[in-house]
């Protein structure tokens, strides 16, 4: 089926990203893909949402910071033990996780927010290497966001707008994108409006698992390569 976190780890079809052999359990370490892992710095991305795409081999966790519980739901039907998902409901218990994580080997945690500038959401920005700011092309949407903007500023933050759930035609994304490229730093691409995004939601998997050849995964490839580079400069800097 669909490929999972990477290099050294399975499939979910339990065959071996980089050789293809099927040595054991889906998430096991593949016994022919070489060297343990270097531990990196642990970086953190924060901000009113999440990308649930994984990177290259790297362990990623997913800390909920949003009440509506979007991302442990959908860890529950994912059943299985990859990405760690964290539930906090205290600012306190941020920081805890991102500890706790580290000392686990976790390399890039994801704190997911609600779309408010509450404390928890203040404390996640506070701690983020990088805020990234979904954003659906409308004026409703580009407002909605002022408050976070306004905070991750205050607060000094590395920052950027992801363009989301875009249509495939007509003139609002252009103008959403020039309204966001004046107020801040635009990643790229633009993540487009497709089934595949909500239906790996709906199936516990991420879009590239779901369907890994897909328009859709093929999109948020490119942006992780766009958010890993800049999580790079911030750590040079
Ligand atoms: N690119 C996309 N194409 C189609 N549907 C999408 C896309 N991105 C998200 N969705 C759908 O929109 C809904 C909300 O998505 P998601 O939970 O990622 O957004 P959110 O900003 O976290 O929302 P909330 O503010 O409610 O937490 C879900 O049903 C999801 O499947
Ligand atoms: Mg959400």
Redesign the pocket.
């Known amino acids: 089926m669909r490929p999972t976190i990477g290099k050294g780890r399975l499939n979910v079809d339990d065959s071996c990203v980089s050789c293809r052999c099927r040595p054991g359990r889906v998430g096991d370490v593949c016994p022919c893909s070489g060297h343990p892992k270097r531990r990196k710095r642990q970086e953190h991305a924060g901000g ?3 990308s ?1 795409s994984a990177g290259n081999g790297e362990r990623v966790a997913i800390v909920e910071a ?1 009440p ?1 519980g ?1 991302i442990s739901k959908w860890k529950e039907r994912r059943g299985h033990p990859d990405p760690r998902v964290v539930r906090v409901a205290d600012p306190a218990e941020i920081e805890g996780a991102l500890v706790s994580l580290e000392a686990e080997g976790i390399w890039l945690t994801v704190i ?1 927010t ?2 408010t500038n509450n404390a928890l959401a203040m404390h996640a920005i506070a701690r983020a290497n990088l805020c990234l700011i ?1 954003v ?1 092309p409308s004026p409703a949407d580009i407002e909605a966001a002022i408050p976070t903007l306004v905070a991750i500023r205050r607060l000094n933050r590395r920052f950027a707008f992801v363009l ?3 249509p495939p035609r007509g003139c609002r994304v252009s103008e959403a994108a020039a309204s966001l490229n004046s107020l801040g730093v635009l990643a790229l691409p633009y ?12 199936a516990g998997l991420g879009v590239t698992e779901f369907a890994q050849e897909g328009r ?1 995964s093929e999109g948020v490839r490119e942006l992780w390569r766009w958010i890993l580079k800049k999580l790079g400069e911030g750590s040079r800097s």
């Open positions: 009113r949402n999440c649930r949003d509506q979007t997911d609600a779309a979904p659906r989301a759930q875009t993540v487009g409006q497709r089934n595949d995004h909500q239906d790996a939601l709906g859709a």
